[in-house]
């Protein structure tokens, strides 16, 4: 196969959780460019409504099948129903990507059961109840296998005493420990890798605050980038296509880490 044909994602299926808001919506926008022709994702509705990132993804690509689910992922029953509706729209899917996050920043003494709560029910035991449903019903029919692509963040490699957040460190670190368990225990038919970002410009997401023009921790923060640049929604969906399709065939339980260098200094 051609270099370029193995980066296609031509006539696939995928699925998005928190698509319609942050980096869900340039995952959406980038698989849609690399050829997936049916698109699904979900979120809560709290933030950026469902309907819209409908709406505007089939303005822009108006060839594709693509609908929105509203599911909190930490809700057991409100996943078992989207995998319901989704079987009655497809035979099976392609592609998941478990993109959904929150967090609660504040020092680990002030955190309380109920904040730590909130960060480990979406990011972890969410992304657990996706994979396990979507997987038993959608992705294992696959005749083709399927793969699955976890978003990690820096944090699940370093600590931070700027701002810290020690469920969101944590719950991004059990993610790869899923990523490395899944791999092996779904290979060879599923391939489950994750992606491991830094922070953001360009996209209005978690990091939009410090990456911003006119932020204060802007330029500090630059400093420390050996490539003295954020990551950008090119970068992500590069990334992303790179992990769902044939071109990283040979691949599978590792971490792309997306960060500028920041964590080799
Ligand atoms: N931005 C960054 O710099 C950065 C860096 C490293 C890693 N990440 C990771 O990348 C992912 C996306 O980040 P982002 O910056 O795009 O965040 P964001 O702008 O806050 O968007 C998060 C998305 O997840 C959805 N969501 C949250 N809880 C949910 C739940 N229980 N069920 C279903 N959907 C839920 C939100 O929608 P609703 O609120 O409407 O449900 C929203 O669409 C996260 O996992 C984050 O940890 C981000």
């Known amino acids: 196969m051609k270099v370029l044909d193995l980066f296609s994602l031509s006539g696939k299926t995928a699925f998005v959780t928190g698509g319609a808001k942050g980096l869900g919506r340039s995952i959406n926008e980038g698989l849609l460019e690399a050829g997936v022709s049916s698109i699904f994702f979900c979120g809560r509705g709290r933030h950026g409504s469902i309907e819209d ?3 505007r993804l089939k303005e822009k690509f108006p060839d594709a099948k693509i609908k929105g689910f509203t599911c909190d992922i930490s809700i057991e029953e409100q996943v ?6 989704l079987k009655n729209i497809i035979k099976y899917l392609d ?3 478990c993109n959904a996050g929150v967090t609660w ?19 972890l035991t969410g992304s657990f109840l996706i994979i396990r449903d979507f997987s038993r019903e959608l992705i294992k029919p696959n005749p083709n296998g399927g793969k ?3 978003i990690s963040s820096l944090l699940a490699l370093q600590g931070t005493a700027i701002i810290p957040q020690i469920g969101y460190t944590a719950s991004k670190a059990a993610l790869l420990g899923l990523t490395r368990q ?3 225990e779904w290979a060879p038919q599923i391939r489950v890798n994750s992606i491991v970002p ?3 410009e360009g996209i209005d997401s978690m990091s939009q605050m410090f990456t911003v023009e006119g932020s204060p921790v802007r330029e500090a923060l630059l400093e420390t980038i050996p490539l003295q640049r954020f990551i950008n929604p090119s970068d992500l969906k590069a990334a992303i296509c790179y992990l769902a399709s044939e071109a990283s065939a040979g691949i599978t339980g590792q971490y792309l880490v997306l ?3 920041l964590s080799i200094k």
């Not at 078992?80 to 509706?85: F, G, R, S």
């Open 53 to 55: 990132e409908e709406k």
């Open 105 to 123: 920043a504040a020092p680990t003494n002030e955190q309380t059961l109920q904040t730590w709560s909130k960060v480990i029910d979406t990011n």
């Open 148 to 150: 699955i692509i976890l």
């Open 182 to 184: 899944l791999a092996v």
């Open 198 to 200: 830094s922070f953001f």
């Open 95 to 97: 592609i998941l990507i």
């Open 259 to 261: 960060d500028g260098g």
């Open 80 to 85: 078992k129903q989207i995998v319901k509706e």
